[in-house]
């Protein structure tokens, strides 16, 4: 199991099927990190702090089952694109956001979104799988929809535009006025055959006092009684991992999700894929 645990996961045991990662992709001052601040603490800060990058992780018991989710919100500036690939390489689930009164906003998700397809797709060249990315597109600021600055048609055709393999929704959120945003998880995960008790609306949240429940006796105790309430916690020292440990990440994904023996190879093919 490829992960970095902080002194509160030591003893969850999360197995790697479980592990999935959300990479939220825009430019600068569209509201990416608003966003995160949605989902994790449910709050909207009215101070803007640009992103260098950062990195959040979220443990659950869903079930009778552990389910750990990174959430990297990227900078918008990108200014190494090998690690923009990179985080697109290691990224299970993906959120673009573009600001409806920023044009130049809405562009770079077109650009972005060709990105995410192109370098997913060179991993399966030399197979016959179809390209499952689950991917969400936001038209965050809605609030200021007196200043729009992107029609409904072209959003609508960036949505149904391209592959018929894509997984691809879209919503108009306001992360101030928390319009939408539920709702948008919920089908994120929903496109990803997650369970849909991720979402920020249908989870209790706890805090690091009452991890045990997250604990995994916990789990066993919970699936022997059917219980179905779900819980969600945000671990308090989750750092970003190393270069290395992401490529070991993709790997193990591709080991243990590629279904057969031709693992190793994708993840050689994954490594080559970051320094292309």
């Known amino acids: 199991m490829i992960k970095k645990m902080s002194p509160s996961e030591k003893d969850f045991h999360i197995p790697a099927k479980n592990c999935y990662r959300m990479v939220i992709l825009g430019s600068t001052k569209v509201g990416k990190t608003a966003i995160v601040s949605r989902f994790l ?3 909207f800060d009215e101070q803007y702090t640009p992103t260098i990058e950062d990195f959040h992780r979220k443990l659950y018991s869903i079930r009778g089952n552990v389910y750990q ?3 990297l919100d990227t900078s918008g500036n990108h200014p190494f694109p090998a690690m ?5 390489l290691t990224g299970d689930v993906f959120i673009l956001v573009f600001s409806l009164d920023n044009r130049d906003s809405f562009l770079e998700v077109q650009r972005l979104k060709r990105l995410i397809y192109e370098t997913k797709s060179c991993l399966k060249s030399k197979t016959k799988e ?4 689950p991917l969400v597109i936001c038209g965050n600021k809605g609030d200021r929809e007196g200043a729009r600055q992107v029609q409904r048609s072209e959003i609508e055709q ?3 535009g391209g ?3 894509e997984k691809c929704a879209y919503f108009q959120i306001s992360a101030k006025r928390n319009d939408n945003v539920d709702r948008m998880f919920r089908a994120l995960f929903g496109l990803a055959k997650l369970p849909r008790e991720m979402s920020p609306d249908l989870h209790r949240k706890l805090s690091l006092q009452h991890c045990h429940v997250l604990r995994r006796k916990s789990f066993k105790k919970a699936k022997q009684e059917a219980q179905a309430e ?3 916690m945000v671990t308090p020292y989750a750092r970003r991992p190393s270069v290395h440990s992401d490529l070991m990440y993709i790997k193990e994904k591709a080991v243990g999700g590629g279904g057969g023996g031709g693992g190793a190879g994708q993840a050689k093919d994954k490594e080559r894929c970051v320094i292309s």
Do not use: F, K, Q, W
Request: aromatic share 4%; net charge negative; no cysteine.
């Open 41 to 43: 603490t449910g709050r």
């Open 69 to 71: 989710l990174d959430i």
């Open 84 to 88: 923009r690939r990179l985080s697109i």
């Open 130 to 133: 179809n390209l499952d990315v």
């Open 158 to 160: 960036l949505v149904d």
């Open 163 to 165: 592959d018929g393999d």
């Open 230 to 232: 779900a819980y969600g």
